[in-house]
């Protein structure tokens, strides 16, 4: 296989600073579309900043590039955390972050394959993320390329039944060329998914569909960086990295709260959520009012 | 009769299933094709895929009683730039399968191939469950999908050949029973380009699948009696192929359409849309009358719901006399 970037050490510091201003894009992004998701963005910046500055193998300037490792989004009501983390690694203008959801851009309100560089996937109706991937490893698996399919799910959409369809077969067919990492937020639209359909044991559930399972802190650079390097080194099983983050991550009023899954900032609310994670930064508060 | 099997109205016509074609045909893209894979769900024998899972098993897959999973497999193996055919009944794929055709296959104009078998009434004897009577209605609504219903199993090995060589989205039927011969291995075939069968003027008769074969038999009938019909093999519903219609429509000036699926949503309502806007005409439709089906033989079945030769020649005269 073509190695095409060699990979640079970066610290977690940096990778802490581009998560930063990955949040901050998206509140950016979430206040000029007025609509779309806002937790579940937030709480997934930091596995998507480990992924696309550390542990992809991808090439912004080419972007399908053969032998590239395939992010797949399944739950892709979090499209602007990935439009947010694409831009900020090159793969697009980040100017045109503002026109999504707009008439005539490229960034559909859920993720549509072809429209946008280094979109990989189609998803939105959940539960088909996983099936998807599992077809792209099979294809690199007959083709015999080496690239690592990374299939991004959430916890919520582990009602639908394609999710243990696709669970099932992975299982069976030692599918080692794919990694998934389940954001375990415990929210969903209409509630906490314990409430709503509960999910635990969901470790067991996959263990016993003869997966492989670690659990991280989802806001841990070293913690998803050492799962995915594990789960790449795992060969007789697929794995499931149940990232456990907290949704709304980085701004007060959101975190935790599952109201805050499917709408936007306000402009005011906007205003106080760049506040917060500026100031996370340890910048002075009033420079950016 | 234009490209007709000789022996077509001989009492010992030869006769094939169409699901045959298919798994002819995947046999022959197989070998010449390594980039074509074949998956099913718990179906192997009946959507006649066992023999390539035998030639080929690297590139069979064997999904289990899933075809939500099978339709995402197959979007997934088509991003990864191979060919996949989707096989199973059409009840269940497309049937349970809708949602992941609509948006990982046909939304992302991912390269699936869908091979909907059992369908229409004439699957008999299982009944009402699984017999597919609205797969047309439910894939034809979907943009960027071709929709094909081949009238025999040497159509349904060109349509198979077709969709390999198509790239993009492709949906194609066939039935469970063993149905007359009708076209020739050296007949024209194209996607997208109806075959006028026999010639005439009085009325058309624009039919899909095997119920050509009833289609022609009524049309000899009439021709006894001196009504001359014209019959068209539709077997692409689309993109229909508005010019021929149109063509018999302007001078026929009558038309009945024939199929093994619910008229609405079908070839009938394709039909009638396409020439409501270019040339309206007196049109009558054979095919299922928003009903459910039920168990039985083919030719019970036929007769109960409206679908038998005698059901066509009615029709035929019905359309006439509103000229």
């Known amino acids: 296989m073509e190695e095409k ?87 697009f203008p980040k100017e045109e972050l503002l026109t999504l959801r707009k008439i005539n851009s490229r960034l559909q309100g859920h993720p549509h394959f072809g429209s946008l560089p280094g979109i990989e996937n189609t998803g939105g109706p959940l539960g088909q993320g996983l099936s998807q991937a599992i077809g792209m490893a099979l294809a690199a698996q007959m083709n015999h390329q080496k690239y690592q399919i990374y299939c991004l799910m959430s916890d919520g959409e582990h009602d639908e039944g394609q999710v243990w369809e696709a669970v099932l077969f992975a299982g069976k067919y030692k599918m080692h060329n794919i990694t998934a990492i389940m954001d375990r937020n415990n929210i969903q ?18 263990e016993a569909f003869n997966w492989h399972v670690i659990e991280v802190d989802g806001h841990n650079f070293e913690e998803i960086i050492d799962a995915c390097n594990m789960a790449k080194a795992i060969y007789e099983k697929p794995v499931m990295i149940i990232a456990h983050t907290i949704p709304g991550k980085g701004v007060d009023f959101m975190e935790f709260d599952y109201k805050w899954h499917g709408k936007p900032p306000k402009p005011d609310e906007a205003k106080l959520a760049l506040k917060e994670l500026r100031s996370l930064k340890g910048r002075i508060i009033g420079e950016h009012e | 009769m234009n490209n007709l099997n000789p022996k077509l109205f001989d009492k010992d016509v030869q006769t094939a299933g169409t699901r045959d074609g298919y798994g002819q045909a995947l046999l022959e893209l197989g070998e010449k094709n390594h980039d074509i894979v074949v998956l099913t769900a718990d179906l192997a024998e009946s959507t006649r895929v066992e023999e390539f899972g035998k030639k080929f098993p690297e590139r069979f897959i064997e999904c289990g009683v899933a075809e939500q999973n099978m339709m995402g497999i197959a979007a997934g193996l088509a991003l990864g730039g191979k060919i996949p055919f989707v096989s199973s009944y059409a009840v269940f794929s497309p049937g349970r399968s809708w949602d992941q055709l609509r948006v990982s296959v046909c939304y992302t104009e991912a390269n699936v191939k869908v091979a909907g ?97 009833q289609s022609l038999l009524a049309a000899k009938q009439l021709e006894d009696k001196g009504i001359n ?79 038998s030769t005698d059901a066509i020649y009615k029709a035929v005269q019905d359309v006439i006399r509103r000229k």
């Open chain 2, 229 to 307: 019909v014209r019959v068209i093999n539709n077997h692409t519903i689309k993109p229909i192929d508005t010019l021929t219609l149109a063509k018999a429509a302007k001078e026929t000036g009558a038309i009945v359409t024939v199929e093994e699926h619910q008229i609405t949503g079908g070839l009938g309502g394709a039909v009638a849309e396409a020439l409501v806007k270019n040339y309206p005409v007196p049109m009558e439709f054979i095919g299922v009358q928003d009903t459910f089906g039920e168990s039985g033989n083919t030719d019970e079945l036929y007769e109960k719901y409206g679908m």
């Open chain 1, 5 to 91: 970037l060699p990979k640079n050490p970066i610290s977690e510091q940096k990778l802490a600073e581009i998560a930063l201003d990955i949040r901050e894009d998206i509140i950016k992004t979430l206040v000029e579309a007025g609509s779309g998701h806002s937790a579940g963005p937030l709480g997934m910046a930091d596995v998507f900043t480990a992924l696309y500055f550390h542990i992809l193998n991808i090439d912004p300037q080419n972007p399908t590039w053969k032998d590239r490792d395939r992010l797949v989004l399944s739950n892709g009501h979090i499209a602007p955390v990935w439009y947010v983390t694409l831009a900020n690694a090159g793969f």
């Open chain 1, 189 to 206: 639209i209409d509630g906490m998914t314990e409430n709503i359909m509960p999910l635990e044991p969901i470790k067991d559930k996959y």
């Open chain 2, 117 to 213: 078998a059992h369908t229409g009434i004439s699957v008999g004897p299982d009944g009402a469950t699984h017999q597919a009577l609205e797969d047309i209605a439910i894939v034809r609504v979907l943009p960027n999908i071709v929709v094909e219903v081949p009238c025999d199993a040497i159509e349904a090995k060109k349509t198979t050949l077709a969709a390999a060589a198509h790239k993009g989205p492709f949906y194609f039927r066939f039935g469970r029973e063993k149905t007359p011969i009708i076209t020739t291995d050296d007949a024209p075939f194209e996607v997208g380009k109806a075959q006028v069968l026999k010639d005439g003027d009085d009325a058309t008769i624009v039919a899909c699948g095997p119920l050509v074969y």
